[in-house]
């Protein structure tokens, strides 16, 4: 948790978003790519609903800007045969995972 203004901020990842990163390990299982050892490290962390620091949610931020683009790699999405962006993508928590730390920065950055 962060401390901010005398309140907590929860940066525990929700369900959704754990449920991604579990999704992303297991097809980098099956089909043995996607992703670096950071995005396995991280995916553990959210798949386990481990608090991040404030520091890991702003990477997190980065990283789904830097890696948008791969959404328009073909296969990204294919169950059967996903691009390795996709399992990238859900090793981070996917779109929950993007959508989350991008709230979770904003209110990280409103209490200063």
């Not at 203004?5 to 978003?17: R, W």
């Amino acid at each position: 948790m962060s401390k901010t203004n005398g309140d907590t901020l929860d940066l525990t990842p929700p369900q959704d978003v754990a449920d991604a990163a579990e999704q992303g390990l297991a097809l980098r299982g099956k089909f043995n790519r996607g992703g670096t050892q950071i995005g396995v490290a991280r995916a553990r962390d959210l798949k386990n609903r481990r608090a991040l620091s404030p520091e890991t949610v702003r990477r997190m931020v980065s990283y789904f800007a830097r890696h948008k683009v791969d959404k328009r790699a073909p296969n990204f999405g294919n169950e059967d045969n996903p691009s390795a962006g996709y399992i990238a993508w859900l090793l981070w928590g996917g779109d929950a995972g993007r959508d989350w730390c991008q709230a979770m920065k904003a209110k990280l950055e409103e209490a200063g």
